[in-house]
């Protein structure tokens, strides 16, 4: 039996998607797999994306970003949130020792998680980092021009460098403030595409596009989205129109929806510009270049759909005729079958875990 401590960030649900493809391929690997599951979300929702069993521990993993709305860091609350979190590092950590000992973790795996490295290593305990972007390069973009705020980076350097490694995930940053970076392929599901014109009782020549933030509330009003003949709005909220649907109403897994989609329209993030590369599906981006992530994966999903980046105010004045011409346009190129967990878990297995199982094998 093989006991991994894993942390999951809780800012959107693209540290979701992302753990859940190394969590499958680890149950692959190790058939006696006791995964504990560090994360602020639900049980349910954490089960929607994982499905191998787990225990639960409802404990934030990090402080992320402090977000005005989904396209909008608050910048002071989030310094504030980080030299709050700094000055109680002694007690924090102690907590998550805690809570790793009680899991009698063999290793310890983050999305990503400074904290739990540093926790782990006080501990004696292997640990290993993987996801798109690292908080502490976020946290010197946005917040290094406060006084103190050197003094906060190093310890977020000094934490993720007490893991063996830092799997950079393509598309992402590519991690230069760390010490122990291993870049890795693309962590990306790919979901079926089903039938919505039959499930809503449309035409079949109905198309859809998506209205979608990954997770956070975005100020939008649904109803200036413009009127196209066979086109129907898929939007996270109740509008009187007929051709405006409210998908939080429908059941079907947002993976799914998104993958049935012939138009996305959203803010840059991981887990929908993967699964609308992935699936082929045309993306019209908010434009967000204070967001460090969103060059490196813009650069990468245009090479494999069409994409239009609308500013805030086209997206709030119903500006999106432009994004419309992109449905049915299609890039001659498709990614390949994404390795980044398998990549991940194959080094994790070769540097500790093999070793672990023969080390277990001899003691019996």
């Known amino acids: 039996m093989i006991s991994v401590y894993c942390g999951v960030s809780f800012h959107g649900y693209g540290h979701l998607t992302q753990t859940s493809l190394v969590f499958d391929q680890l149950a692959r690997k190790i058939p006696e797999l006791s995964l504990t599951v560090q994360c602020m979300a639900d049980k349910p929702l954490l089960q929607h994306w994982i499905k191998v069993p787990f225990r639960h521990v409802q404990l934030e993993t990090d402080q992320g970003l402090q977000m005005v709305h989904a396209s909008r860091v608050d910048v002071d609350a989030s310094f504030q949130a980080y030299w709050r979190e700094y000055q109680s590092r002694s007690s924090i950590v102690s907590r998550l020792k805690t809570e790793i000992?009680?899991?009698?973790?063999?290793?310890?795996?983050?999305?990503?998680?400074?904290?739990?490295?540093?926790?782990?290593?006080?501990?004696?305990?292997?640990?290993?980092?993987?996801?798109?972007?690292?908080?502490?390069?976020?946290?010197?973009?946005?917040?290094?021009?406060?006084?103190?705020?050197?003094?906060?980076?190093?310890f977020l350097c000094e934490s993720y460098n007490q893991a063996e490694c830092f799997f950079a995930v393509t598309p992402g940053m590519p991690g230069i403030e760390l010490a122990k970076v291993k870049p890795v392929g693309a962590l990306i599901r790919q979901f079926p595409r089903i039938d919505l014109a039959d499930g809503l009782g449309l035409p079949r020549e109905t198309r859809f596009g998506l209205v979608s933030m990954g997770g956070h509330a975005y100020p939008m009003d649904y109803s200036r989205l413009p009127q196209r003949k066979n086109l129907v709005w898929l939007v996270p909220g109740n509008v009187a129109r007929e051709d405006i649907v409210d998908f939080r109403l429908l059941p079907v897994p947002h993976g799914e929806l998104l993958a049935s989609t012939d138009l996305v329209v959203c803010k840059p993030g991981y887990g929908t510009f993967t699964e609308c590369a992935i699936s082929g599906i045309p993306v019209a981006y908010l434009q967000r270049d204070d967001w460090p992530e969103t060059a490196y994966l813009v650069e990468w999903l245009e090479r494999y759909?069409?994409?239009?980046?609308?500013?805030?105010?086209?997206?709030?004045?119903?500006g999106l005729s432009g994004a419309i011409e992109l449905v049915g346009q299609k890039l001659p190129c498709n990614p390949t079958t994404p390795a980044g967990a398998v990549e991940i878990v194959d080094e994790i297995f070769r540097l500790l875990i093999r070793p672990l199982e023969l080390s277990q094998a001899i003691g019996k």
């Open 305 to 318: 759909v069409p994409t239009l980046q609308i500013t805030a105010d086209a997206l709030l004045g119903g």
């Open 101 to 154: 000992a009680k899991s009698d973790a063999d290793v310890v795996i983050t999305n990503n998680s400074y904290l739990l490295s540093r926790a782990a290593a006080e501990l004696g305990i292997p640990s290993f980092h993987f996801c798109s972007l690292n908080w502490a390069a976020m946290f010197n973009h946005y917040c290094g021009h406060y006084p103190q705020a050197s003094i906060v980076y190093d």
